[in-house]
């Protein structure tokens, strides 16, 4: 189940002449609006913000966490960097975030067809995705996991390095420190593969039982970086194990969460790795040369969700420019940019947000690839 499902993200695009008025009639777009630069939730301008007010994190051994600023640019009430408030050491209580690991779909800023297509998927959002107003147009990697991953013995002290890293990162109750381990594994292996050209160009969706959600999909198995984008994600799952365990997805999840905290913590089933842990052979590289089996992840782009037949053609009808191939590099038709829609994926980004918090996650930090 996609990340809109689970935490009912959405993300704005105020400004355009597209209208969605007769789904019958070709829509038309401003093709001079910056979809990315007018949304609320993780613009480009936004997560520029966000990241010059986010302090540095440095995931080598001798890290103070607790010097760590992390902003949140809605309500102020953990930033200690843009509101000029000065560093303080934090209580001993701990907070909890909800985490995701996603690929915000962002055309080059050049490309002209590729940003109006995006507007044009930014418009389809609006109207019909319950999830626009909290995201951008993303792929959901990791779904959205809970940390601290658990709570130390009161009083302990124990650091990374002192025990098993599976069972030292299960015990840490700074949050912050959590994060910096988990980026460093993401940075890990993000460092071991490439950037790729994705192609959506495909319409599908997953039956629910009050209704469909519409998505953009690689229409093929072995389409341009499909497989790298699988075995990427892959990778991921397998130096995170502790976001399976820790997902939140149910409120039983959350209790076995709680009464984790009153009893020591069984060993992973998985591997995770630490600070220092080398990538595995089985996940250096590898890239297209791997085989995609019985994968649950599915990568797709949500456009909306339709409760019965009339709102499914409406989105059948608006889909279908995005789905067209020319083989021109600008083609139109009735005034509008038609597809493919094909997207450089070169990064991709941790969000967090504090549990009690609504509204867009913010960018913890973002990992190029190589």
């Not at 053609?313 to 940019?337: C, F, K, M, T």
């Amino acid at each position: 189940m996609s990340i809109e499902e689970l935490e009912e993200a959405r993300a704005t695009s105020p400004s355009s002449s597209y209208s969605f008025n007769s789904p019958s009639t070709s829509p038309t777009l401003n093709t001079n609006s910056n979809w990315d630069q007018t949304t609320n939730g993780h613009s480009r301008e936004h997560s520029d913000l966000t990241r010059a007010n986010l302090a540095t994190l440095n995931c080598q051994q001798g890290t103070d966490a607790e010097n760590v600023a992390i902003s949140n640019t809605e309500t102020g009430e953990w930033n200690t960097v843009s509101r000029g408030r000065t560093n303080r050491k934090r209580s001993n209580s701990t907070q909890s975030f909800v985490c995701v690991v996603a690929w915000l779909v962002k055309p080059e800023d050049d490309d002209v067809r590729g940003n109006a297509l995006m507007e044009h998927i930014q418009q389809i959002r609006r109207k019909y995705d319950n999830a626009h107003s909290r995201w951008e147009p993303h792929v959901t990697l990791i779904p959205p996991f809970l940390v601290p991953f658990g709570v130390a013995e009161e009083g302990s002290q124990e650091e990374i390095g002192e025990k098993n890293a599976d069972d030292a990162i299960r015990q840490i109750t700074d949050p912050f420190k959590t994060l910096a381990i988990l980026s460093k594994r993401i940075e890990a292996v993000c460092a071991s593969y490439s950037s790729q050209l994705i192609h959506f160009g495909e319409l599908s969706k997953f039956s629910l039982r009050r209704y469909d959600t519409y998505h953009l999909r690689p229409n093929q198995e072995d389409a341009l970086g499909t497989l790298e984008l699988v075995n990427l994600q892959n990778a991921l799952a397998n130096v995170l194990p502790e976001a399976h365990e820790f997902s939140r997805g149910s409120i039983s999840n959350i209790k076995r969460r709680q009464s984790q905290q009153q009893k020591p913590l069984p060993p992973p089933q998985q591997q995770s790795l630490s600070t220092s842990d080398p990538i595995p052979s089985s996940l250096n590289g590898g890239g297209a040369k791997s085989m995609i089996t019985d994968n649950a992840f599915k990568p797709h782009l949500t456009l909306g969700q339709a409760p019965g037949p009339i709102k499914a053609d409406e989105i059948n009808v608006l889909v279908e420019p995005l789905l067209l191939n020319s083989s021109q590099s600008v083609n139109r038709i009735a005034g509008q940019y038609t597809g493919p829609l094909i997207v450089k994926m070169d990064k991709i980004q941790l969000f967090i947000k504090p549990i009690n918090r609504s509204g867009p996650y913010d960018i913890f930090q973002e990992f190029n690839l190589r």
